[in-house]
C-alpha cells in the first residue's frame, strides 16, 4: 500500500512535515527551526524564501530603496545612508566632521574659504 500524502506532509506514512517547495527556493534550509518551516538564508524572506529583501537596513532612515542600493537623501551619504556628509566640499583647509565642514585655524565660513 502506498501513501498519497496531502500537501506540506511527507515520507512513507505521510508523518514528517516538509516545506514549501522543498528546497526553500535555494535560500535557507527546510526545518532549520520548526519541521515543516523553510530558515531563509540572510537577505531572504517568505514562507519558502522566494522574497530578497533589498536594503535591509532601510537606508537607515535617509534615503530610499532603488535596485537593491540605498539612494540617499542629501546631507547622507554611505551603503546605508550611515553618516552625515557635508553638502559642499571643505576644500583644503577643512574636512567634513558629522555633516558640517571643520576649518583649519584662520579660515571660516561653511566650506573653508
Known amino acids: 500500500r502506498v501513501c498519497v ?7 512513507p ?3 514528517r512535515r516538509e516545506c514549501p ?6 535560500h535557507g534550509v527546510c526545518g532549520g527551526f520548526e519541521p515543516g518551516k523553510c530558515a531563509c538564508d540572510a537577505f531572504y524572506m517568505g514562507e519558502a524564501c522566494e522574497a530578497q529583501v533589498l536594503c535591509a537596513s532601510g537606508c537607515l532612515g535617509h534615503g530610499r530603496c532603488i535596485d537593491g542600493m540605498c539612494d540617499c537623501d542629501d546631507g547622507w ?10 553638502s559642499s566640499a ?9 555633516g558640517q ?3 583649519a585655524a584662520g579660515v571660516g565660513g561653511i566650506t573653508c574659504r
Open 101 to 103: 565642514c571643520e576649518c
Open 13 to 15: 506514512s505521510c508523518s
Open 21 to 26: 517547495h522543498h528546497n526553500c527556493h535555494g
Open 5 to 11: 500524502c496531502e500537501q506540506g506532509w511527507g515520507g
Open 77 to 86: 551619504g554611505g551603503a546605508d545612508c550611515e553618516r552625515r556628509v557635508c
Open 90 to 98: 571643505c576644500g583644503q583647509l577643512g574636512r567634513c566632521i558629522e
